[in-house]
Nanobody, 119 residues
Framework: QVQLVESGGDSVQPGGSLRLSCAASGSIVSIYSMRWYRQAPEQQRELVAVIGAGVSTYYADSVKGRFTISRDNAKNTVYLQMNSLKPEDTAVYIC?????????????WGQGTQVTVSS
């Protein structure tokens, strides 16, 4: 089927930057919207950013102006550039994508990558 694998998570100080990647592989016909979610301990999963099949994007208010979502369709990869990181950005960041395979259209999830912002 389809696998999503995130990378790029790390521990950084407040004000620092990280770039997350999520690569999709498998029986992919096409990929539509790609999303980044995050989940902090004992909190609900939060939608962080979305990028459509074109150039449309959406950002949660909490990350607007600091995070940038982008994609490389040739590599089936979505990125999340995170700047001016704050302690409240600490969470597991999880990739999600709507993927068409020969079997049809489904949503797929990655396992997540840990981002820790602390001094």
């Amino acid at each position: 089927q389809v696998q999503l694998v995130e990378s790029g998570g790390d521990s950084v100080q407040p004000g620092g930057s990280l770039r997350l990647s999520c690569a999709a592989s498998g029986s992919i016909v096409s990929i539509y919207s790609m999303r980044w979610y995050r989940q902090a301990p004992e909190q609900q999963r939060e939608l962080v950013a979305v990028i459509g099949a074109g150039v449309s994007t959406y950002y949660a208010d909490s990350v607007k102006g600091r995070f940038t979502i982008s994609r490389d369709n040739a590599k089936n990869t979505v990125y999340l550039q995170m700047n001016s990181l704050k302690p409240e950005d600490t969470a597991v960041y999880i990739c999600n994508a709507d993927v068409r395979t020969p079997r049809g259209l489904s949503g797929y999830w990655g396992q997540g990558t840990q981002v820790t912002v602390s001094s």
